[in-house]
Nanobody, 115 residues
Framework: QVRLVESGGGSVQPGGSLRLSCKAS????????MAWHRQAPGKQRELVAQ???????DYADSVKGRFTISRDNARRTLYLQMNNLEPEDTAVYYC?????????WGQGTQVTVSS
């Protein structure tokens, strides 16, 4: 059974930085595409960034140039470095292993950006 556990959320002021981590177990992490999604209050969950097993990455337009997704296959860990945070980035952030038949999700970690 796939298990994804996020950590690293918190509260920061606008312009600050946070680094999220997602520890994976029960899946062949190295060959899995992995992703970060977020859901703000009253809004639908949206894809923030995705990284393929090859290392190729994709980002939502709203975070390009500010967020960086990366992975450490030896540690089975996915990261999201978030810089120059804005109040609009406030949301619960979820780690995800996409799959057409059995997608896996973490429990989420809260990120709050406020002065």
């Amino acid at each position: 059974q796939v298990r994804l556990v996020e950590s690293g959320g918190g509260s920061v002021q606008p312009g600050g930085s946070l680094r999220l981590s997602c520890k994976a177990s029960g899946t062949n992490f190295a060959i899995s595409t992995m992703a970060w999604h977020r859901q703000a209050p009253g809004k639908q969950r949206e894809l923030v960034a995705q990284i393929a097993s090859s290392g190729n990455t994709d980002y939502a337009d709203s975070v390009k140039g500010r967020f960086t997704i990366s992975r450490d296959n030896a540690r089975r860990t996915l990261y999201l470095q978030m810089n120059n945070l804005e109040p609009e980035d406030t949301a619960v952030y979820y780690c995800n292993r996409p799959s057409p038949t059995s997608p896996a999700w973490g429990q989420g970690t809260q990120v709050t950006v406020s002065s």
